[in-house]
């Protein structure tokens, strides 16, 4: 499938899209498509952050000094996010496995990718509102934006483990709330603890 095809399918026919992707498992091509839009995030975030960045710090050789590192939070976003969606995606394959029997690593690690990529538009949709004065549309195009990338994640795993959507959400919501419950503890011990004394 080509680049294109993947992109304009991921948008606009996901379904179809994402049952053909889980099949053929162009992992390359996806992960270079989104490490081209995890650059373009990188960018436009260090181009707000900069701009934010001249109106918060009183002197300007540590604005220059701060701006001077942008390349560093680059780096550091992109290699982070390749990070988490490699963890997130094994995650999701074991969970597929253990739960419903079902795995395809390559195939969640080619979709989670794609499925990642609208959520480009985010930054790009807040330095838009900024330009134009307009930030309470620019908040609901980057809600819409999170929103699409989440319903595009649950229909990735859906195709990619053949399962139906409701045990996709499952499989998706998991990982999220065992990362919650530990806070979720240590809030009640404390609480518990403060009531106590």
Excluded: H
């Excluded at 989104?34 to 952050?49: K, Q």
């Excluded at 550091?76 to 969970?95: D, G």
């Excluded at 597929?96 to 989670?112: D, K």
């Amino acid at each position: 499938m080509p680049i294109t095809d993947m992109l304009y399918g991921v948008l606009f026919r996901p379904v179809a899209t994402f049952g053909r992707l889980a099949e053929e498992k162009p992992l390359a091509r996806a992960v270079g498509v989104w490490s081209l839009a995890l650059v373009f995030t990188a960018l436009v975030n260090a181009g707000i952050f900069r701009g934010q960045l001249g109106s918060a710090l009183p002197f300007p050789a540590l604005t220059q000094a701060a701006s001077n590192l942008m390349w560093l939070y680059g780096l550091m976003y992109v290699l982070f996010s390749l990070a988490l969606w490699f963890v997130i995606s094994a995650v999701y394959t074991v969970l597929g496995e253990l739960l419903f029997g079902v795995a395809n690593g390559r195939g969640i690690l080619t979709c989670m990718a794609l499925a990642g990529v609208p959520a480009a538009f985010g930054p790009a949709f807040y330095l838009l509102g900024e330009v134009l004065s307009l930030q309470s549309l620019s908040w609901l195009l980057m809600l819409g934006v999170s929103l699409w990338t989440l319903v595009l994640k649950i229909l990735a795993l859906r195709e990619t483990l053949d399962i139906d959507t409701a045990r996709a959400v499952v499989i998706w919501i998991l990982p999220y709330l065992a990362a919650a419950l530990p806070v979720i503890l240590g809030v009640i011990v404390v609480i518990a603890s403060i009531g106590t004394l």
